[in-house]
Nanobody, 117 residues
Framework: QVHLVESGGGLVQSGRSLRLSCEGSGSIAFRFYLMAWYRQAPGKQRELVAWISPSPRATNYADSVKGRFSIFIEDAKNTMYLQMNNLTVEDTAMYYC?????????WGQGTQVNVSS
């Protein structure tokens, strides 16, 4: 059983930064999986924001966050991060981490990011 715990969200003003964390428990190591951050804004479907592959750790980003967000994994802590810079009100959403693949792991509770103008 994989448990994902997201943290680091909060309320910030537009233009500021936040770093989200995703910790995994159970018998999995993030470094072996295609890992991703997702987000879901009110009234919208969950969308893929950023993802990182196993070695060589290639990263990709949704066009809406490219150049502002950065995804990385700290192997020693089995923790994945999402560094979010120059936040905009359009980034307001609940953020989740998970793998990309079938089946997905059980979703965590997410971490809420609210960006004010």
């Amino acid at each position: 059983q994989v448990h994902l715990v997201e943290s680091g969200g909060g309320l910030v003003q537009s233009g500021r930064s936040l770093r989200l964390s995703c910790e995994g428990s159970g018998s999995i190591a993030f470094r072996f999986y295609l890992m991703a951050w997702y987000r879901q804004a009110p009234g919208k479907q969950r969308e893929l924001v950023a993802w990182i592959s196993p070695s060589p750790r290639a990263t990709n980003y949704a066009d809406s966050v490219k150049g502002r967000f950065s995804i990385f994994i700290e192997d020693a802590k089995n923790t994945m991060y999402l560094q979010m810079n120059n936040l905009t009100v359009e980034d307001t959403a609940m953020y989740y981490c998970n793998r990309i693949g079938d089946p997905l792991w059980a979703w965590g509770q997410g971490t809420q990011v609210n960006v004010s103008s």
